[in-house]
DNA sequence: TATCGTGCTTTACGCTGTAAGAGTCTCGTC
DNA sequence: GACGAGACTCTTACAGCGTAAAGCACGATA
């Protein structure tokens, strides 16, 4: 699957397609994941990868169900530990893989990797005195919250100080004075956005005890 | 602004290209927006457009800072009021504008008008008791819930009955009981996902008075 | 009237996804 | 061993993409 030697005939399998398009979008963004870069990394035309995927769209679709296969799976008694690791694991996975999230939006038919991982956690708070629909409801809220989060940390930018000077850009009374204010009292005081994180989702977790029972 | 007839010189405007843009990906996704397509829908060519905005980039840019106009702005004594308010109407202008929240995650500038009211809202909830850090969780939190809660009603097919098939299409035992079961239980009983969003926004907000002072 | 800048068009380049067809290699069967 | 059938890959081609560069036409200014 390394970069430049032809492959023997054959040697082209949906798993190490599949790998070789996870690694180039996550090297250059999705923007970069085209049938010929696709087949340049696997040693092969761009035509080739035809023959294992009807189209882009269905490699797409792959693409995103095989991001299911790195999220932990809830595990453990307490449903409250058990459902945090997995969130947790679900943005990290979320964060290493960010054109994943953007293709969420489009494609509506879940793999089965996808439909495994929901009834598996479906299952786990089942067993877990949540009924039918507030298993479906704690689901929903949780994975709501991480997409959600994951897009604001995404949309973030490395450097701030751009936006900062932006705000503060001005003569007389600022434009934007809360958001001036903000930047004074928190952001200057050494506030990193990825900690929230974990504050937001514990608050989610303590309300999703109401659906229970 | 209308489809076909050439305009007058000069009568090419931002406003106007933004308007055209915007329904041009409201009726066709993000790729129906090609610069040749916007073009002809503002009865010119493609590469006019290039003398309002320096290249595609920035008109995306200056879109997504346009959808925050159409969003209404939290008002009222009540924080819980305000809040829901401002949330209810960042999900309806997000589902009229399905290609924006695929936007967020590429750009990492805000714009003016996105600057304006997230400068709003904070000062609303500084003037309500959420202290500097308090005040920008409440916002993030907020905001996370609606952005992924509106990227699972995109992904969600509007026809279900091909995915329930996918689940209990199998001989034996189902690969999927729980969500098996969930169907049967929920799905089958009249459930409406969008209906679930004012549940969870309203134990978000009781949440968030944790936040407070 | 001559000049200039603005706003739009034209042309061109390298990229994209993919349809169609032409090889070529690997098997199972006789 | 020969042969037919598939499976697999490559080649070619087409329409559309973003956009650089240059050309053209008009209104305002000198």
Redesign the interface.
């Known amino acids: 699957m390394s970069q430049g030697q032809p492959l023997q005939r054959g040697a082209l399998t949906v798993q190490g397609i599949l790998e070789e398009a996870t690694a180039l979008a996550d090297d250059g963004?999705l923007a970069a994941l085209s049938m010929r870069a696709l087949g340049r990394r696997l040693g092969v035309e761009g035509m080739a990868v035809y023959h294992h995927f009807a189209n882009k769209e269905a490699l797409l679709d792959a693409l995103v169900d095989r991001v299911f296969n790195e999220m932990a799976l809830p595990e453990g008694e307490d449903w409250r530990v058990g459902l945090r690791a997995r969130s947790v694991s679900e943005r990290l996975v979320l964060r290493r893989h960010?054109w994943a999230?953007?293709l969420?939006?489009?494609?509506?038919?879940?793999g089965?990797i996808t439909?495994?991982h929901?009834?598996?956690v479906?299952?786990y708070l089942?067993a877990r005195g949540f009924a039918?629909?507030g298993?479906?409801?704690v689901l929903?809220?949780l994975?709501?919250?991480?997409?959600?989060?994951v897009?604001?940390e995404?949309?973030?930018?490395?450097d701030p100080t751009?936006?900062v000077d932006?705000?503060r850009e001005h003569e007389g009374p600022s434009?934007?004075?809360?958001?001036d204010?903000?930047i004074t009292?928190?952001v200057e005081a050494g506030?990193d956005?990825a900690d929230?994180f974990d504050?937001?989702l514990d608050?989610?977790l303590?309300?999703?005890g109401?659906?229970r029972g």
């Open positions: 963004g960010p999230i953007g969420v939006e489009s494609r509506t038919a879940p089965p439909l495994a929901q009834d598996h479906i299952g089942r039918g629909r298993s479906a409801q929903a809220f994975d709501a919250y991480v997409y959600g989060f897009l604001q995404l949309a973030l930018p490395t751009p936006v932006v705000v434009p934007y004075p809360h958001l204010a903000l009292e928190v506030y956005f929230e504050v937001g608050l989610l303590d309300a999703m109401a659906l």
